[in-house]
């Protein structure tokens, strides 16, 4: 399975961001899609997920209402299309594909995206 992240790219607060995740065609379409970041000296955390059908997402909270995450399942690609963006969303992105019973818990992941940089600046 391999997982490619594009998108991310210099930025200012208040601005808009799409982040696409093109997925190998190999790829089980059944794989929940996540995608998660990493700020610098900080832990990597959840950021949002969708279902293999699209029928459920989830976000955390720091998220709600700004981000939105799809998918297409035609085309391979998740997305999350990032708006209003803040200088503390300022992270390395990452997209994932797992089978894991929890979408926030990253254990739940098995493969991993090589991450987009993404600098909110103010």
């Known amino acids: 399975v391999q997982l490619q992240a594009s998108g991310g790219g210099p930025v200012q607060a208040g601005g808009s961001l799409r982040l696409s995740c093109a997925r190998s065609?190999?790829?089980?379409?059944?794989?929940?899609m996540g995608w998660f970041r990493q700020a610098p000296g900080k832990e990597r955390e959840f950021v949002a997920s969708?279902?293999?059908?699209?029928?459920?997402?989830n976000y955390a909270d720091s998220v709600k209402g700004r981000f939105t995450i799809s998918r297409d399942n035609v085309k391979n690609t998740v997305n999350l299309q990032m708006n209003s963006l803040k200088p503390e969303d300022t992270a390395v992105y990452y997209c994932?594909?797992?089978?894991?019973?929890?979408?926030?818990?990253?254990?739940?992941?098995?493969?991993w995206g090589q991450g987009t940089q993404v600098t909110v600046s103010s």
């Open positions: 994932a594909a797992g089978h894991g019973p929890r979408a926030k818990d990253e254990d739940g992941y098995t493969y």
């Open positions: 065609a190999r790829t089980d379409s059944s794989y929940r």
């Open positions: 969708v279902t293999w059908n699209g029928g459920f997402t």
